[in-house]
């Protein structure tokens, strides 16, 4: 036997033991305890970033298109007295929770699964008529093969110029909807195959595009891991091993995989545990170092015209992208750490108001941006992606120097937030679209989200409660 069928043997065998896995998960007898809150904490803030999502930037442009080019009325759109096809409802939901960027991300695979993983098995269980518990074990189903494809490709699949949250993710959803869908274990490696077909995704938005394009990615990838499941379920061609064979993701994406990242305590260590919640609607990479300025801020009581200088020493991926001291649009204040650490060492916060052409131009924060500085450093580089590590020096006018290393991230496993803190992200991100009331009403029912029994009673619910105005 030759080396190549050999290795397709080996892979076919590996794309077994997804199937295997997604066929064996079950929300109740497989899932622990804590598994079971943290997955419906997920769940939880995919759905407030949704309902802020629904009000901001191209959202009414992505509704009014995936609306009209559709006459079916099969799953719900949030905020909205609408439908919409499945795959069209679960790319505008998707859409939505990703809209400013404040949504989950798993460091590892650098990826954000929430918003396509959860609102794809909302739109597809509603249609469905499926059971909250089985809406959920896809969820699990969805991150578990989307984490562990995005964790084994990169991070050469990044430094080539692809978005995780819109190649593997479509992976992660063609899971979902094929355990949605009960597949067998041979369709549900084509549905996988087909969506890896599919995937698409490109950081250039990160160079000169808008931070919607990344959830573009996000909202793309639902749709086609919900298409590919439905080609699986209806008898389409397998297209081959368009995942790991000689032309596929894995070697034409990114550098091949590392296997044992694909499937070492698959079934038994869940990845989406590992996933954090954000707390700022702005890239990742900024978050450790404002951390670490905050800390150095806190431990001084600093004011602003204390700062000599602030340096700020972190590895490689976050000083190309987050090296722009002057930011000049919405884009460069997402991904500047200058402006993220100016405007929490200004406000003590970060807020989606602070992502706006009027936000980023604020004078006394570009005055303290010109303070800042970022350097690469080699030693923090070499522990990237197992962690993404940051070291702040603040010298004061009066020549004091205040440090502070961050290792893991704010809202990460390692250093969650607060009960207090999620809430208050949660009802923050609610306020401007349904108010303080409604938002802590939303915050309460969904902390026991299995007494809706259904997906389909869980958007009934959703529709009376958010919808405004009827977009």
Known sequence: MQMEEWLERIYLMSWKKFAEFIVDVDFKKRISYQSHEYIKKLIIDTIFCSIAGSKGPYAETIIKTFTKISNSEQSS???SHQKTSIHYAALVNSFLARNYTFDDVYEPGIIH???????????????????????????ISGYEVALRVADAINPSHYDKGFHPTGTC??????????????????KIITALRLAADMACGFRQYQVDGNIANSAFHAAKAAENGIVAAMLAKEGFSDPGDTISGKFGLFNSMADGCKEKKLFEGLGTTFRFLETSLKPYPSCRYMHGAVDAAAKCKNKSNLITK?????????????????????????LDGQFSIHYNIATHFLKNTIGIEDFTQEGIQKKETLELCRKINVYEDRELTKKYPEQWPYRVEIITESGQVFNHEVLFLPGSPANPLSTEEFEKKCLLLAKPVIGDEKGKELFNRLQNIEAFLTVDNLFNYLKVLTAVGGN
């Open 113 to 139: 699964s929430g918003a396509a993983v959860i609102m794809s098995s909302f739109a597809l269980g509603e249609w469905l008529q499926a059971s909250i518990d089985e809406s959920l074990a896809a969820i």
């Open 306 to 330: 204390d700062i000599k200088k602030i340096n700020v020493y972190t590895y490689r991926m976050a000083f190309e992208e987050g090296n722009r001291p002057h930011p000049k649009t919405v």
């Open 169 to 186: 993710n479509a992976i992660g959803v063609a899971a979902l909807a094929s355990k949605l869908f009960c597949l067998d274990e041979e």
């Open 77 to 79: 759109i949030i905020c």
